[in-house]
């Protein structure tokens, strides 16, 4: 068989590569196929643990485009006002990031509280806020989102136009169901599958208008079959990249979160991880709207492989619990809009609609991965201090 000069050279410095790595050709094809795989790839240098943050329900609320006439309460109208939106969300986003650095942002649903948000203001308002950062950030839709008059398909261009953002509407059940991998050191460490929850109660006919935005809580089977051969493909040629969830409203295995650490207004604020088994945080509320309580979607995600499934939704939930090897976490509430955990002087926590009395709970939830393995490491919950 003849060879050019050039497939030459590459086959000899693909046997360089492989003599120093210890893999084989096909190895090494393997795991450029794997990152091939991802709808968008985070370049990690080497050398550092990468670093994944995740902010949940800024829901960002604007008074001014209330629909309905007394919708909220006469200092709900002077608290949630249109000039307020850097008070009560922006600034808290920033200080958390500044503190923590990270390598990709998570946003895990209600970017905005859309019924409040029909002329699409406050959602452009909080694209160009998070673009300004120049940090990769991966959205997913909430329940609130596509009650906007705007159109989840308009909320969609906007967010897949925004450099920053990663962001893919599929025609699958959903707005945005697509892939994030991390990559260093030429490998595929971990791929966050951001996927649409659905259970939008008052979606907007503009949003319905595209055929697949959906009231109805859960995954589609299309969604199910998507993840389902797109995880098992990669797993297929890298068998050691981590696979995590994101999406907005948690699965009924979530219950047995607050089985295990009941809710009450006393409960500690521990927000680091418990040396025995990693667990953190708090829970302010008891749980509501979840959905899979027959598991079936569980005991799929664990046949796949993943370890963890990071979810919003529940304002006054943070807690991250380790179950049956899978971490499963509520991320941290990143705005006072909507419901807000409330730190009493007397030290108890009291889930409230501001305003309210007391110190707000606001930040997010840092997830270290390790640069060897991927693998989720002190993880923990920045509380904003300012």
């Known amino acids: 068989m003849k060879y050019s000069v050039s497939n030459i050279i590459i086959c000899m410095l693909l046997a360089v590569c492989c003599l120093f790595t210890g893999c084989t050709p096909s190895q090494s094809e393997n795991k450029e196929e794997a990152l091939m795989i991802p709808d968008f790839i985070v370049e990690v240098e080497s050398g550092r643990d990468p670093v994944v943050l995740q902010l949940t329900d800024p ?21 949630y006002a249109t000039s307020l939106i850097e008070r009560h969300c922006f600034r808290y986003i920033r200080e958390t990031i500044e503190a923590t650095k990270p390598d990709l942002i998570l946003l895990t649903g209600d970017l905005v509280y859309g019924e409040f948000d029909d002329n699409g203001t406050s959602f452009l308002a909080l694209v160009e806020f998070m673009e300004s950062l120049n940090i990769p950030w991966a959205p997913v839709f909430g329940n609130h989102d596509n009650e906007s008059k705007k159109g989840a398909d308009w909320q969609s261009a906007q967010l897949e136009a925004a450099e920053n953002c990663l962001f893919k509407q599929r025609t699958l059940t959903g707005n945005g169901n697509y892939t994030v991998g991390i990559k260093q050191d030429g490998e595929l460490k971990r791929v966050f599958f951001m996927v649409d929850s659905n259970g939008c109660y008052s979606i907007s006919e503009e ?15 299309d969604q199910i079959d998507w993840y389902t051969k797109t995880a098992q493909s990669i797993t297929k040629l890298s068998p050691s990249t981590k ?3 994101a999406f907005h409203i948690q699965l009924g295995i979530f219950e047995e979160i607050g089985a295990r650490y009941p809710s009450d207004e006393s409960v500690d604020i521990d927000t680091a991880p418990n040396k025995m088994n990693g667990d953190f945080g708090y829970l302010g509320a008891n749980l509501k709207s979840a959905w899979d309580h027959d598991r079936s979607v569980w005991n799929g995600l664990k046949a796949l492989g993943v370890d963890s499934i990071f979810v919003g939704h529940e304002h006054c939930n943070s ?9 499963l976490q509520y991320g941290q509430k990143s705005s006072t809009y909507d419901r807000v955990n409330y730190l009493k002087k007397d030290g108890s926590i009291v889930g409230a609609y501001p305003p309210s009395g007391g110190t707000p709970l606001i930040g997010g939830t840092v997830m270290t991965l390790s640069q060897e393995d991927g693998s989720i490491q002190n993880s923990h919950i920045y509380l904003c201090e300012k």
């Open 59 to 79: 829901q960002i609320l604007d008074a001014a485009q209330q629909r309905v006439p007394n919708r909220i309460s006469s200092d709900q109208e002077i608290y």
């Open 207 to 221: 949003s319905r208008a595209n055929g697949h935005t959906i009231s109805d809580v859960g995954f589609g089977k």
């Open 243 to 245: 696979i995590s969830f």
């Open 319 to 327: 807690a991250s619990i380790l179950y049956e090897g899978i971490r």
